[in-house]
């Protein structure tokens, strides 16, 4: 009984836990293991002259990288299909992340810290982007959800996008009484593309050449020396132009924070598959010039 | 005169609202302005933005009031005359009016074409939330990358080397792209060879092989016959033995191929020194195996080394040949090399050596005694010393002069013992000297002309005595202490033979089987290692033993003073050189012209 009942509230502990904690750590400490075990190794073992990837201990470990990138790199065709249990996606995931990360050791210790400009080296290299790639994707994965969130402040997307238009409806129309180049100031504004910019503008989350902050900069050379008194359309519109400037600040940290949780799979994935062709590259050009 | 406002606007869902107000009036004003009578909402408009008049039954003439034009047909314009029954369409910022005619009126037809701003737009939430708009999709890059690397790095080369001409004697790179296949810089020796990988990797899919190393390498001598080879290794154990059979499968060569102890790519400079794992493997436990072998076994110059053997004479035969053998210093072997020489007398400062070599040095520049470099000299590498010369080592104390003519010192000529006899002969004159004039004639001869002192008894008697003196002389150089014996050996006149010395041989090298190399030695004095100044014998053999090497020299890896690998004096390839050992550090150690004695 008591038994059933432990494994009922470990199954249940193991339904909430994330991959990162899966089984108590289980692949961590595999992985761990392996990591110190092959670091001993490399120690205790004289190889003559020096250890390189062409030692008997070198073919050993490059031959169990290459089979353990193989099944990491699996990740992306067992990932299509859930299932729970042993061997459940979340199972593989932990797995995937904590031998990923002792590919650093079995890798690096393969290369014999030889490395150069050429093909092995490569292939070592794009190795490590990848790991590192992957290790920035957990971090993000940690750390970025909860300010995700607390930025969302419990808003959709759609109800961001809809927000923007709001301000920018009212923006319209308050601008209507204004003279040509004022409306000129406030159509920029409104023709600002919110989601524009570059990769890196979206990663920083710094837009310098804002046109709705350099709008409000000119309304505000008007308004600012003067009076609110509720005559000036222009007083509106710098309310608007702030409520906008507000409005933005936070759909780019949103969108700041969505592209720090994409972008290492821009980098994990196609480093991945270039990998596989360096590691083909590699192994072929080691029996070709055997 | 009329116009026909027609406004199209939508609702939230697309649906199109129209709008339709007749004008009787001949002009109407276009703004933005609430109290234009056409009213655009639009930002880019300006307040009182343009005009339309009717200006004939069909003509309509559209005129800009301010700064601002307006688009005829895409065309940008400030005034236009348009023939309304042929239409035509007007733009206003994001708005456009549509001009045509509707009975007797001219008909407008005014709809908002473009959001009022960006946001407005319609979009693709999933899509804009993204960062996918804004990097290059991963399976483009992917496949680029995969493209780029397989197409440089592994079918230029393949394909390059697959094209090369098969017999091509110009002395250039053929394969294109392999340079990126290299794992490493060759070493200094190889360098050259570093642009043209197909050298020693001759074949596709094949190991390089000894004869690739061989074709330059020709006069690389064998250790051993392969026989005794195959019989002198150690049978791998159970991980070795599949270790070599993984090898064998994969087709590399060995055990004993070149590459087994001269790795490559291993950086620039010089080739990784062989570790004495390699040589103790076999001469660890050689007798084990190969029970007739002379060699002792040795593993560590420090710990595992027997002693040495030098090459010494045992003894001289009747033909005056040595007979030479290789015997342990363990049994404290005399070397007969012939010759009779004190060394401790000679390296006395006290006695009469050290005298003379004082009243001497100035022409030969000894100092107060007598020092080995006095007599012993470098040869011109400083390895090993030259034999010692009578006539430039000896001569200027052991004097072979017998006779004085004029200003002119006659010698005794060395090393031809039949020349000594024979001039030491004629210096006696063993014929009778010529007749005194008073034993001619007729004159009359008186007894006491054979007293002692007279004529008689001169002639006489130099014609019986003579031969015997120069008997005497040679018989006395010869001896012990004779001109000849103090140094040599004689052998006294038997069978048909005249005297004689023993033939004397000074022995270059003891040490065969292993090098030694003096100009190495450069920062020990002597005596360190040869007890010279105790010696009484020319036939004591003065070489240091192993104990004594073991003083500095330990095994590699020990923390010996030098840790001696076994190639610092043994030579796998068995040639006359140096070992490599030594010949890698050839660059370091000063020209042997420059060696001096300490």
Known sequence: MRSTQIA???????????????AGYKWLKIAGGISVFTILTYVLIDVTPRHNGGSWYGYTLGTIGVALILWLTALGVRKRTMTPGRWSLKAWTSAHVYLGLSLIVIGTLHTGFQLGWNVHTLA?????????????GIAVYAALPTQLSTNRDQMTEAQMLEALRAIDRQLHEAAQPLTSDMAQVVQSSLDQDAFGGSAWNRLSGHYPRCATAAALDRV??????????GHDPLEKIDTLLDRKQAMLARLRRHLRLRALLEVWLYVHVPATIALLAALLAHIVSVFFYW | MAFLLRTVSLTADGREIVRDRRIERAQLSVGRAAERDIH?????????HARIEQIGERRVLVRSVGTLGFTVDGRSVKRVEIDAAAGAELGFGGHRIMVGREGDATALTVRREAALSDAAEEKDETAIFSLSA????????????????LSLLLALPIISFAMRPAQDDRKIDQVVGDNAWSPGKLSDAHHALEQGCEACHVKAFVSVRDDSCKACHADAHDHAPPGRLAGAR???GIGGAFLQSVAHAFGKPGPGACVDCHTEHEGEGRMAATPQQFCADCHGTLKERLPDTALADASDFGTAHPEFRPRVQVAVGGDGRPTVRRVSLAERPKDANGLKFPHDMHLSGTNGVARMARTLGGEFGFGNALACKDCHKPTADGVRFLPVDMESDCQMCHSLAFDKVGGTVRTLRHGQPDQVVADLRAFYRSTDPAAPLELGGLGRRRPGLYAQGQVYNAYFGAGATRPGRADRAIATAFSDKGVCGECHVATTPAGGKGWGVMPVHQTARFLEKGWFSHAAHKTEKCESCHAAGKSTLASDLLLPDLKSCRTCHGGEGSGAKVATGCALCHNYHADDGAPWAVRRKAAQVQPASSWQHP
């Open chain 2, 40 to 48: 655009l909402p639009d930002l880019a408009i300006e307040p009182d």
């Open chain 1, 8 to 22: 009922r509230q470990e199954r249940q502990a193991a339904l909430h836990d994330g991959f990162l904690r899966y």
């Open chain 2, 134 to 149: 804004k990097l290059p999709g991963k399976r483009p890059v992917a496949w680029a990358l995969t493209v780029a690397i």
């Open chain 1, 220 to 229: 505000r050379v008007v308004t600012g020396p003067q009076a609110d008194l």
């Open chain 2, 234 to 236: 150690e049978s791998p």
């Open chain 1, 124 to 136: 070592w290299a794009l190795m490590m982007l990848v790991i590192l790639s992957g290790l920035f």
